[in-house]
């Protein structure tokens, strides 16, 4: 076969080969679903604040039942006060009274949209109102 034979026969067969190609990756594909990560966080990480009484923490996606809120002082214990409620894309766990220190935020969200389940955790510290 000479040069413009090939040239001619290249491109009648490269095109449905490259869609054939194409066809057959998406198709072992399946749609990425995005996980579910913290959006905003009343305390927010590492914010300085005098006695909250709950942690509200906003998720990127609608939150599911399993979603659980743990918050802990320097030396583990738990200060949140009953389950974690859950409203559209937010997770609230009121506190127990806690004094100055360091506390971690400890929470496992579940996705409604496709039961993924994940992990993070941040501190805040609580600090004593003004004048005290």
């Given amino acids: 076969m000479t040069f413009p034979a090939l040239r001619r026969l290249l ?10 190609a194409l ?9 990425a679903r995005a996980h579910v990560w913290l959006v905003w966080a009343d305390p927010a990480p590492d914010a300085a604040v005098t006695a909250p009484d709950h942690i509200s923490i906003g998720f990127s996606d609608v939150v599911a039942r399993g979603t ?3 918050v802990t002082d320097a030396d583990g214990v738990e200060y949140a006060d009953g389950s974690t409620t859950r409203d559209g ?6 506190l127990l009274p806690a004094g100055p220190g360091v506390y971690t935020v400890r929470f496992t969200v579940v996705s409604a949209d496709d039961g993924h ?5 941040y501190q805040f ?6 004048g005290e």
């Fill in 89 to 94: 894309n937010t997770a609230t766990v009121a």
């Fill in 23 to 31: 066809a057959a990756i998406f198709a072992s594909t399946s749609p």
């Fill in 125 to 130: 510290s609580i600090v004593p109102p003004a």
């Fill in 68 to 70: 659980q809120i743990s």
């Fill in 117 to 121: 389940e994940s992990s993070d955790s």
């Fill in 11 to 20: 491109p009648a067969t490269a095109l449905p080969a490259l869609l054939l």
